[in-house]
C-alpha cells in the first residue's frame, strides 16, 4: 500500500527525497533537485490538557485504540514511527538491530517540531574531534567511516504545558531576634562571668495564596535516553518551533511518545511545585520560613505535543552501551564516555616506569590525568562540551 503522504519521490528521477537541514529544503541525494518546504503561516497552537484527558479515558475505556506499525527495539523499548520503504538498521540508543511490528497507536500527533539545522557532515565533525580527544576511545570507533555509519538523525518526542496557578498555602514566618546570655568562662586558670548574644528564632502563623502563570514546561516523553542525558541537551530555541510537516521527517527517523501526556503532566507539575514554594518563600517573607501545607489549582492548562532533533550514535562496548548525542540546533553535544582498559594499562605502566609510580596517565595533550582504576574491566565518565560553530 502506497502512502504519499509520508513518502516523497523525487520529480526528476523517482528518487526519495530527503530533508536538507542545510537548505531547510527537500533534496534528492541522486541528481540534485531540490524542493522548497512551503512556509506555513500556521500559528503554534496549545491545546486544551482537560479534553486530553476525556479523550485519552474514553479511548482506554472502549479499547478503540488501533494498532500501528512500527519500529521497535527489542532491546531499549524505542519505538519509532513505520515509514515507506524504511530499511531497519540499529537502535540509534543501543545499536540492537531495529525489528518492525506493531503497536497501539498512540493517538496524540505532535503538531510542531524544530527542524535539524546541524547537518549530517557538521555532527559527524563533532563527533570526529570529540574521539579525538578521547585517547582512550575503544577500536569499534577508530575509524571515521564506522563512525559516520553509526550517527542517525532523530526527532525525539517531548510535551510543554502551560498553567495558570493558583496555590493557598500555611506556614510560619521566623523572625530572628537576639537574646543576651550569660556564661562562664575560664581566663588565667579562673572562672569569670562573660555575656554573649545567641540568634533565635520566634515564629509566628503565615498563610496567604500565591499566583503564577507557567509557560512551555519542556518535558521529555522518550523513555530510551537517560534523564542526564536529555536534560544535557537543553537549551532549546522553542520560539522557533514550526508547523509539523512530514517534509521535515524525510530522511530521520521520530521516535514515538512512551509517557503520556497526563504523565507528563504529572512530571511537569514536580518542576513547577518547585518554582511556587520560593514564590511561597517570598510571600511568607520574613528571616525564615516553613511550609506546611500548600494546594495548587492549575487552570487553563494547555499542552503541545512536539519532536525535537539530535543526532545520536550508541556503541557496545564489553556488554556496556555508551551513548553520544548532539543537539540537532546548537551543537551541544553529550556523550559518555568508555575506556579501553588495556589501553589504559599499558598506558599507566609505561606512566609508573616513567614517573616511579602512582596510577598517573599522560594524555594527549602531554598532562597527567590522575586515572582511578575502580572496575577491572572498563569504567567512563560523563562529558559535556560546548563546541563552536562558525555562522550560527
Ligand atoms: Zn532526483
Ligand atoms: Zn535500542
Not at 524525510?250 to 514554594?277: C, H, K, N, W
Amino acid at each position: 500500500m502506497k502512502n504519499s503522504q509520508s513518502h516523497f519521490p523525487c520529480e526528476q528521477c523517482g528518487s526519495d527525497l530527503l530533508y536538507s537541514p542545510e537548505h531547510q529544503s527537500l533534496e534528492c541525494d541522486h541528481c540534485g533537485f531540490k524542493n522548497e518546504i512551503p512556509v506555513s503561516f500556521e500559528p503554534i497552537r496549545e491545546y486544551d490538557f482537560r479534553e486530553a484527558l476525556q479523550d485519552l479515558e474514553r479511548l482506554r475505556s472502549s479499547g478503540q485504540l488501533s494498532q500501528v506499525g512500527v519500529i521497535k527495539c527489542p532491546s531499549c523499548a524505542a519505538q519509532f514511527e513505520l515509514k515507506e520503504n524504511e530499511h531497519a538498521g540499529n537502535c540509534p540508543f543501543c545499536s540492537t538491530p531495529v525489528i518492525k511490528g506493531t503497536e497501539q497507536s498512540r493517538h496524540i500527533r505532535p503538531r510542531s517540531l524544530l527542524p535539524f539545522s546541524i547537518t549530517h557532515d557538521q555532527a559527524i565533525n563533532v563527533f570526529d574531534n570529540w574521539m579525538k580527544t578521547r585517547w582512550f576511545a575503544p577500536s569499534a570507533l577508530n575509524s571515521h567511516a564506522k563512525r559516520n555509519d553509526k550517527l542517525t538523525g532523530v526527532y525525539l518526542p517531548y510535551w510543554t504545558y502551560d498553567s495558570d496557578t493558583q496555590t493557598q498555602y500555611q506556614g510560619q514566618r521566623g523572625t530572628v531576634y537576639y537574646e543576651r546570655q550569660s556564661y562562664m568562662a575560664r581566663v588565667d586558670g579562673r572562672s569569670v562571668r562573660r555575656t554573649r548574644n545567641v540568634a533565635r528564632v520566634r515564629w509566628s502563623p503565615k498563610s496567604g495564596r500565591v499566583r503564577r502563570h507557567f509557560d512551555d514546561v519542556l518535558i521529555g516523553a522518550s523513555k530510551t535516553l537517560p534523564r542526564t542525558i536529555i536534560d544535557n541537551l537543553a537549551p532549546w530555541d522553542l520560539g522557533k518551533l514550526v508547523p509539523y510537516s512530514e517534509a521535515y521527517l524525510s530522511g530521520f527517523r521520530s521516535e514515538i511518545y512512551q509517557i503520556t501526556v497526563d504523565e507528563g503532566f504529572l512530571r511537569a507539575q514536580q518542576i513547577m511545585d518547585y518554582t511556587i514554594r520560593q514564590d511561597i518563600r517570598r510571600d511568607i517573607g520574613g528571616d525564615q520560613q516553613r511550609i506546611s501545607h500548600a494546594s495548587t489549582d492549575h487552570d487553563r492548562t494547555t499542552y503541545k505535543h512536539l519532536l525535537l532533533p539530535i543526532w545520536s550514535a550508541a556503541f557496545k562496548y564489553r556488554g556496556k552501551t555508551y551513548r553520544y548525542v548532539i543537539n540537532g540546533r546548537t551543537g551541544k553535544v553529550h556523550g559518555e564516555r568508555p575506556f579501553s582498559f588495556i589501553k589504559i594499562a599499558a598506558a599507566a605502566t609505561l606512566a609508573a616506569s616513567m614517573a616511579g609510580g602512582g596510577a598517573y596517565v599522560i594524555d594527549q595533550n602531554g598532562g597527567f590525568d590522575n586515572i582511578q582504576f575502580g572496575s577491572p574491566s572498563s569504567y567512563y565518565d560523563y562529558q559535556t562540551t560546548q563546541p563552536t560553530f562558525q555562522g550560527f
